[in-house]
């Protein structure tokens, strides 16, 4: 009997470190490249933005680090998204009024729906991305949408704004960006 009582303890005993074992690797879940990149690079006020390469509705390629020099402001945004409508009309405004040292760079997260009919419909002229893979929206950790980074000509990320816009806000922020 007692036999049974030691040898049920130790088999439970080895249960509990067994699964302890297997907790503790589920939580180290392998990074992937662009979560290290974010982590290395941080998205803090004050970090260095990204880099990043996508191609445009039109099948152009833009890569972030080419933009140095002049001021980004990297919108996240997706084309089911209430507030992310609402401010499009804001930001084709803006994109008529700011200078040629501003790029605005809309990164769409939902490119399997019709992204070109939207961009057509509310008459977008500046360039919308596709991020297909959805390492762009991870590498800058977006967790909602819409959510704008402003970078500036050196391309350190300056200020964040989640939520939609307005035209007051965007020139706000990009007047602050040096």
Do not use: H, R
């Not at 589920?26 to 990074?31: G, L, Q, R, V």
């Not at 982590?39 to 099948?59: M, R, V």
Request: charged share 25%; glycine share 4%; with cysteine.
């Amino acid at each position: 009997m007692i036999k049974k009582i030691i040898a049920a303890v130790v088999l439970v005993s080895l249960l509990t470190v067994a699964i302890v074992q297997a907790m503790d690797k589920k939580t180290e879940a392998p990074k992937t490249t662009s979560q290290e990149t974010a982590n290395k690079e941080g998205l803090s006020i004050g970090a260095k933005a990204p880099d990043f390469e996508l191609k445009t509705l039109t099948g152009d390629t833009v890569k972030l680090s080419n933009l140095k020099g002049k001021k980004v402001m990297l919108n996240f945004w997706a084309t089911w998204c209430p507030p992310c409508k609402a401010e499009m009309p804001e930001m084709e405004q803006f994109s008529k009024q700011t200078g040629d040292d501003v790029v605005i760079l809309a990164v769409n997260i939902d490119p399997q729906l019709d992204v070109q009919g939207f961009v057509n419909e509310n008459k977008i002229t500046f360039p919308v991305l596709l991020d297909a893979e959805d390492q762009v929206n991870e590498a800058y950790q977006v967790l909602s949408i819409p959510t704008t980074y402003f970078i500036n000509s050196k391309g350190v990320i300056k200020n964040k704004f989640t939520g939609s816009m307005t035209l007051d806000v965007m020139k706000d922020f990009t007047e602050k960006l040096k």
